[in-house]
């Protein structure tokens, strides 16, 4: 039994319950290895929150870490983020910069560089980009595949993943590669048979990149096709889309059910009341924004219609090459409308949500004790001291 003082937060270590359904081991450094069996029952060895009250009144511990006035939160639940892959696009980010648009098609350049690099160099630089976002306050981290797209390969990355996180997503639907461009159709079928059987013991989610816009994405019925066969294989689904026009993810994630739609950039007012009247957040991810240069959403609209938001990095070698999750608060607040208070529940239980998760992203009796301290009295310093890292994952 511990205490963490000023916030009295008792938490007890090893509880050795067993998960089920979504209570599903989520934590960024669990380190176990699971072979596989979306949905199987993990054991849970983590520690758990026993106890929130008054310091006066908390119960004698062990331990006791004392936080000396610094702001605790629940660690940060980054929900999207491209983790797994080789190879440096600092100079399509910088073309970009003096001008150059983007539509996707720097994927492949990355998904030569991670088909040419061996399992311990991804395994290698997975584990810095976890220790990176660890250092940052993160706590749990989704990752992707999408830089395989061949049975192999995507498997590899998941493979890979699977060994850090259990929110593993199936994204062999991310771009069409090129050795298939000239057989679409054909591709779409390699994703929802031999990928998608070849990927489904190692991952929870399928997610596509269903974007009119880009030549190199998927179409509505593509993006349909590819989302069914996940479901059928059990997956859960998400989507990238809405991300470089208005276009039919939004709509498409809504009417699969899936626990988010990812980027969010243009959406129509039909799209925002379709969001509110269903159970899929919207994650906006405005690092996309600062790092293209493209219009920030209005985070205030999905607000005020009630749509659940989540707010992640989508950290990957293209569009956003940052983990910080307290810089996406800040440009949540500085640029897409939101308060601190929204920016932040939005990057822990927001989040959450987005994983259809209870257990984490929240101080709660039960929850994961897995937290986040700033080096600051208070969470307004996140978005009031942009840049500045005064956010690390608690260890405990
Ligand atoms: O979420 N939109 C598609 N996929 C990624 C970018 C991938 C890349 O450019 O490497 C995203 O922005
Ligand atoms: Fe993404």
């Avoid at 009144?57 to 605790?72: E, K, V």
């Avoid at 889309?241 to 994630?253: F, R």
């Avoid at 240069?293 to 659940?308: I, K, N």
Wanted: with cysteine; glycine share 10%; proline share 6%.
């Amino acid at each position: 039994l511990s205490v963490i003082t000023d916030a009295a937060v008792v938490y007890e270590s090893g509880s050795g319950r067993a998960d089920s359904g979504q209570a599903d081991s989520g934590q960024a450094d669990s380190g176990q290895a699971d072979s596989g069996q979306a949905g199987s029952e993990r054991a849970d060895a983590g520690p758990r929150i026993s106890w929130i009250g008054p310091a006066a009144a908390a119960p004698a511990a062990d331990r006791q870490i004392d936080l000396a006035g610094r702001c605790l939160l629940p660690g940060f639940v980054d929900s999207h983020t491209h983790l797994v892959y080789a190879g440096d696009r600092s100079a399509e980010f910088a073309a970009r910069m003096t001008g150059a648009g983007y539509d996707g098609g720097g994927i492949a350049s990355t998904v030569a560089a991670t088909r040419a690099a061996s399992d311990d160099q991804l395994r290698s630089l997975l584990r810095q980009r976890i220790e990176e976002c660890r250092r940052q306050g993160t706590t749990t981290v989704e990752i992707k595949s999408g830089y395989g797209l061949s049975v192999d390969d995507e498997r590899r990355m998941l493979r890979l993943a699977r060994e850090v996180s259990t929110e593993t997503t199936f994204l062999g639907g991310h771009v069409v590669p090129p050795e298939a461009r000239d057989n679409r159709a054909g591709y779409v079928e390699l994703v929802r048979g031999p990928m998608l059987e070849a990927c489904a013991p190692y991952a929870r989610w399928i997610d596509v990149f269903c974007e009119p816009h880009s030549p190199h994405a998927f179409t509505e019925e593509e993006s349909r096709a590819i989302l069914g066969a996940g479901i059928a294989a059990g997956l859960l689904p998400r989507v990238h889309g809405n991300q470089l026009g208005p276009g039919p993810g939004a709509a498409l994630a809504v009417e699969v059910d899936a626990a988010s739609v990812d980027h969010c950039t243009y959406l129509t007012a039909v799209d925002i009341d379709a969001l509110a009247g269903s159970s899929t957040v919207a994650t906006l991810l405005p690092g996309v924004e600062f790092s293209t240069r493209s219009p920030y959403p209005d985070a205030r609209r999905l607000l005020d219609a009630g749509v659940t938001v989540a707010l992640a990095t989508d950290c990957n070698p293209g569009t956003c090459n940052s983990s910080s999750v307290p810089l996406m608060i800040a440009l949540a607040v500085r640029e897409m409308g939101m308060t601190a208070e929204e920016a932040v529940w939005a990057a822990t239980r927001g989040s959450a949500a987005s994983l259809r998760r209870q257990d984490i992203g929240r101080i709660a009796v039960g929850a994961r004790a897995d937290f986040a301290v700033l080096d600051a009295p208070s969470y307004l310093h996140l978005p009031y001291r942009p840049g500045v890292p005064i956010a690390h994952h608690l260890a405990l």
